[in-house]
């Protein structure tokens, strides 16, 4: 008689359990992730992994994993948080963050029914405050909650410019300190697409992956240069124009919005080149 190896007792084990458990607690996979209702926050969780790492847990009120509740955490690959978003009731209300990948706080701010609210803080990957936006309402709403004054610090903590919006484009700009801003100006001439993309879009961004925002590389194939200038200036604009696949994107990412950069032409151009560089 044949006899029955240890490893085929483990396996066959191994089985029976996770047949077991997936009764008791209604755990579904999907490629890439798992689901399932925890006791302890009374809510759905849905997990997901990136070549065997956990990427990102999300907290949810209803089995149809739709209406956010608690927190939205991402994770780098040894597992430090990467960044997380408070939510109740299907909207972002409450604290927010985002690290550099050396781990320094990139940006932190609160939300209210999904608007950014209070004092947003910018950070370089040195940990030091670049700018501060301040949203003037507290209660948003679609027609306040461009209102804002947006400070910009240079080396040394010292406050250079300030734009004060009294909408989403239109702006007062205030320069406190005429030589730091002109150099500043230089610098943003001399910077290759490549700078542009690591200074502002790495936070959410990884050219080869999905993470806080989707994968990169072949997007210029994927979308018009028209859309996609218009997405980066200003995604929300064309999610509440009703543009199919900004809308499309907006659903599947988990209704988390794209912060709105309104580049200069030149700096846009860079940016373009550089995404359609990534093929
Ligand atoms: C705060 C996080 C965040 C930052 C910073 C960010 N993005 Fe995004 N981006 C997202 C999310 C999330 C989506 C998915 C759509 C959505 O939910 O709005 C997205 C979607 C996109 C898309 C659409 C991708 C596709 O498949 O069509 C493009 C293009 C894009 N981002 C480019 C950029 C560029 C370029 C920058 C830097 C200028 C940038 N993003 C900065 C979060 C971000």
Same mark, same amino acid.
């Given at each position: 008689?044949?006899?029955?190896?240890?490893?085929?007792?483990? !396996?066959?084990? !191994?089985?029976? =359990?996770?047949?077991?458990?997936?009764?008791? %607690?209604?755990?579904?996979? *999907?490629?890439?992730?798992?689901?399932?209702?925890?006791?302890?926050?009374?809510?759905? !969780?849905?997990?997901?992994?990136?070549?065997? @790492?956990?990427?990102?847990?999300? +907290? *949810?009120?209803?089995?149809?994993?739709?209406?956010?509740?608690?927190?939205?955490?991402?994770?780098?690959? @040894?597992?430090?948080?990467?960044?997380?978003?408070?939510?109740?009731?299907?909207?972002?209300?409450?604290?927010?963050?985002?690290?550099?990948? %050396?781990?320094?706080?990139?940006?932190?701010?609160?939300?209210? #029914?999904?608007?950014?609210?209070? %004092?947003?803080?910018?950070?370089?990957?040195?940990?030091f405050l670049v700018s501060e936006i301040i949203y003037e309402s507290e209660n948003p709403t679609e027609l306040n909650a461009d209102i804002r004054l947006e400070k910009f610090y240079g080396s040394g903590g010292k406050l250079f410019y300030t734009k004060s919006f009294s909408s989403a484009d239109s702006f007062l700009l205030n320069v406190i300190d005429t030589t730091l801003y002109n150099?500043?100006?230089?610098? +943003?001439?001399?910077? /290759?697409?490549?700078?542009?993309?690591?200074?502002?879009? /790495?936070?959410?961004? @990884?050219?080869?992956?999905?993470?806080?925002?989707?994968?990169?590389?072949?997007?210029?194939?994927?979308?018009?240069?028209?859309? =996609?200038?218009?997405?980066?200036? @200003?995604?929300? &604009?064309?999610?509440?124009?009703?543009?199919? +696949?900004? =809308?499309?994107?907006?659903? &599947?990412?988990?209704?988390?919005?794209?912060?709105? *950069?309104?580049?200069?032409?030149?700096?846009? #151009? &860079?940016?373009?080149?550089?995404?359609?560089?990534?093929?």
């Amino acid at each position: 008689m044949k006899i029955v190896s240890i490893n085929n007792i483990i !396996v066959f084990g !191994v089985l029976i =359990l996770s047949v077991l458990c997936s009764f008791t %607690n209604t755990t579904s996979s *999907f490629e890439g992730g798992k689901r399932y209702y925890d006791s302890v926050c009374k809510c759905y !969780v849905e997990k997901t992994f990136y070549n065997g @790492n956990l990427l990102s847990v999300q +907290q *949810f009120v209803d089995s149809d994993y739709w209406i956010k509740t608690g927190v939205t955490v991402y994770f780098f690959e @040894n597992g430090d948080t990467s960044d997380l978003t408070s939510y109740q009731d299907g909207e972002m209300n409450g604290f927010s963050f985002h690290r550099h990948k %050396n781990r320094k706080i990139a940006f932190e701010g609160n939300y209210k #029914n999904s608007f950014p609210v209070g %004092n947003w803080k910018y950070f370089d990957e040195e940990g030091f405050l670049v700018s501060e936006i301040i949203y003037e309402s507290e209660n948003p709403t679609e027609l306040n909650a461009d209102i804002r004054l947006e400070k910009f610090y240079g080396s040394g903590g010292k406050l250079f410019y300030t734009k004060s919006f009294s909408s989403a484009d239109s702006f007062l700009l205030n320069v406190i300190d005429t030589t730091l801003y002109n150099s500043l100006l230089q610098k +943003q001439a001399n910077r /290759t697409g490549r700078d542009i993309f690591m200074a502002i879009c /790495t936070s959410c961004h @990884n050219p080869l992956k999905d993470a806080t925002g989707p994968k990169l590389a072949g997007v210029t194939k994927r979308r018009t240069e028209k859309w =996609l200038r218009s997405w980066i200036s @200003n995604s929300s &604009k064309m999610i509440a124009e009703g543009d199919k +696949q900004a =809308l499309a994107l907006y659903n &599947k990412w988990g209704k988390t919005s794209m912060t709105a *950069f309104p580049l200069a032409d030149a700096e846009m #151009n &860079k940016l373009i080149d550089y995404l359609k560089s990534i093929e």
